[in-house]
């Protein structure tokens, strides 16, 4: 199965921040990543589908990007309404994996 | 309204079973390959099992193969997902999935969770 490592597992930002996560793949999985972001009591929501596509609907603050390995969620400007814990998947193979989640915290 | 609604989660004893179902609405579910994903109290996301729209392909994960079966119904719009032989590690919050893309399973519809508490 592929491991995926996001970092950091938590962190503490202010609104207007720009906030970035990174995740990473034990192995190369091109641009099948995707990036989820769940509230407390709250079902995950799909943000962004293949490295950098836009899922409908979602704000264009939101963006992300890399591919093979190393990938990138970034946060352009940080809003009240994002303060959640964001979690990537690989969908390269199956089965899909998830990495460990990274909570976002104000400041 | 697009949705999925998932149900018949509970608290069952060790070595238990359960059926959870998800009923579907809003789009061509007979069209779509569906999962659960769980998620222990505290803890992050672990797909357990996949299902092509016509049912005819199934996978699972190692931690649950040859415990849980997935299966639809496509003239009921349901999702369903028979635990056998439950254990305590199997305490999570159940969410049942709709893929995303034809070919790459990401998930672009979820539902809010049933919880199954597996305890003596």
């Known amino acids: 199965d592929i491991q995926m490592t996001q970092s950091p597992s938590s962190l503490s930002a202010s609104v207007g921040d720009r906030v970035s996560i990174t995740c990473r793949a034990s192995q190369s999985i091109s641009s099948y990543l995707n990036w989820y972001q769940q509230k407390p009591g709250k079902a995950p929501k799909l943000l962004i589908y293949s490295a950098s596509s836009l899922q409908s609907g979602v704000p264009s603050r939101f963006s992300g990007s890399g591919s093979g390995t190393d990938f990138t969620l970034t946060i352009s400007s940080l809003q009240p309404e994002d303060f959640a814990t964001y979690y990537c998947q690989q969908s390269y193979s199956t089965p899909p994996t998830f990495g460990g989640g990274t909570k976002v915290e104000i400041k | 309204e697009v949705q999925l609604v998932e149900s018949g989660g509970g608290l069952v004893q060790p070595g238990g079973s359960l059926r959870l179902s998800c009923a579907a609405s809003g789009f061509t579910f007979s069209s779509n390959a569906m999962s659960w994903v769980r998620q222990a109290p505290g803890k992050g996301l672990e797909w357990v099992s996949a299902?092509?729209?016509?049912?005819?392909?199934?996978y699972y994960a190692d931690s649950v193969k040859g415990r849980f079966s997935i299966s639809r119904d496509n003239s009921k719009n349901t999702l369903y997902l028979q635990m056998n032989s439950l254990r305590a590690e199997d305490t999570a919050v159940y969410y049942c999935?709709?893929?995303?893309?034809?070919?790459?399973?990401?998930?672009?519809?979820w539902g809010r969770g049933t919880l199954v508490t597996v305890s003596s």
């Open positions: 999935a709709k893929r995303g893309s034809y070919s790459h399973w990401y998930f672009d519809l």
């Open positions: 299902i092509s729209g016509s049912g005819g392909s199934t």
